[in-house]
């Protein structure tokens, strides 16, 4: 009971804080013990919906009757399954997400509000409604095969993380993987899980072709500032593990120290890059935080909850790396911001990059070995006239 009246006051005395600042949060937060192992710390509505859901307490003590936030899986049947882009400040064209949410919980996650598109929102329900995309190895062996089809190295993981935890059960990623190692086409993976260590059998066979790089996504040292802000992925020590295994096995690794969160994660920039180098990563870069549409709000949220002697000192320095805003989307700048703090950050991964011995020989994938699928795969063909 007391340890329940404690929580209840902490919780009660972090909206208290909130308005003290200026914040217009607060009252939309979910009590703690139904977002227990969660990274947002509300369930807004998400921003195409012409109603508002709002959660409060009436009085009627109704929040012990609510149930706690649990996965909950929802199979979806894409059309298409190769997304292409054209932004000049990335390095692929094409990309492969076999999944929409992520379970990991990641609260800086720019892809949360993806799922507003979903009429959901982008706080809880990004992390506990999961969209599996069914049939996803056999979209990709037909759009393989198209004629006009031509290899560039396709991005695994650029929205979501394909290595979260429902890929163990429902083993989306690994069909693909299956299916690129098939046609020998070559594939780029950024993760921040350890599970990619059980595709092994496929990955070392296309890295001796030099068909796969894997990037693991490591944002902090600590276990409790990771268990704070990504509260269901792997613990670092598992990720450098997994860096390790990786480059024994002869799989090119590398690491992203992302994001760097102003005060909370940003004097661990030398320290991670230092221990991911001494297990194997040979290539490594940085992304600036970003709080593109609804994030801006689930991140002061988070920082109200975990951090609120922080939230304006991070705020403000968020801001000053984009034009004082909390997110600027220009090409270019959105990954690393600009302004002296960005400016510092930059030349601090740079400096300790090159000591370190980063980037020097950068992997090339090969496009030249893939061969199309053939057969039925194709679809029907056309007759010809003559």
């Known amino acids: 009971m007391q340890a329940q009246q404690s929580k209840a006051r902490d919780y009660s005395e972090r909206v208290v804080v909130a308005r003290q600042l200026g914040v217009a949060l607060g009252d939309g937060l979910v009590a703690p013990e139904r977002r227990r192992g969660r990274g947002a710390a509300s369930n807004e509505t998400g921003r195409f919906e012409r109603t508002k859901r709002e959660e409060f307490d009436d009085g009627w003590d109704t929040d012990e009757t609510l149930a706690p936030f649990k996965t909950e899986v929802i199979h979806e049947r894409a059309r298409t399954i190769i997304s292409r882009n054209e932004s000049p400040d990335i390095s692929f064209d094409r990309s492969i997400n076999p999944y929409r949410g992520c379970e990991h919980g990641c609260v800086y996650c720019f892809a949360r509000p993806t799922h507003a598109y979903m009429g959901l929102s982008p706080g809880l329900d990004f992390e506990s409604k999961l969209f599996v995309k069914d049939g996803a190895a056999a ?108 480059a024994q096995a002869g799989v090119p690794v590398g690491v ?48 109200l909850v975990h951090y609120p002697d922080k939230l304006r000192h991070t705020m403000s320095l968020v801001q000053s790396t984009r034009g004082g805003k909390d997110y600027d989307s220009q090409w270019g700048k ?53």
Not at 168 to 194: C, F, M, W
Not at 204 to 209: D, G, L, S, V
């Open 334 to 386: 959105r990954m690393a911001g600009s302004g002296p703090y960005a400016w510092m950050i930059g030349r601090r991964f740079e400096i300790a990059a090159a000591r370190l011995g980063y980037n020097e020989t950068p992997t090339r994938l090969r496009c030249d070995l893939f061969h199309p699928p053939e057969g039925e795969a194709k679809g029907p063909k056309q007759l010809s006239l003559f």
């Open 139 to 246: 979209l990709l062996e037909r759009e393989l095969a198209a004629p006009n089809y031509r290899p560039r190295t396709m991005a695994l993981g650029t929205n979501t993380d394909p290595y979260q935890p429902i890929e163990r059960q429902y083993r989306v990623t690994r069909s693909v993987l299956e299916v690129l190692a098939r046609y020998d086409h070559p594939v780029g993976i950024v993760t921040k899980s350890n599970l990619v260590l059980r595709d092994l059998d496929i990955l070392a066979p296309m890295a001796a072709k030099g068909l796969v790089k894997v990037y693991l996504s490591v944002t902090t040292l600590d276990k409790e500032i990771a268990r704070k802000m990504e509260p269901r992925a792997p613990i670092p020590a598992r990720r450098l593990e997994a860096i390790e295994r990786l």
């Open 256 to 303: 992203l120290v992302a994001p760097i969160v102003p005060a909370v994660n940003d004097s661990e920039i030398e320290a991670i890059l230092t221990r991911a180098h001494a297990a194997g990563a040979r290539e490594g870069g940085y992304v600036m935080l970003r709080l593109p549409l609804e994030l801006r709000d689930i991140f002061r949220e988070w920082l």
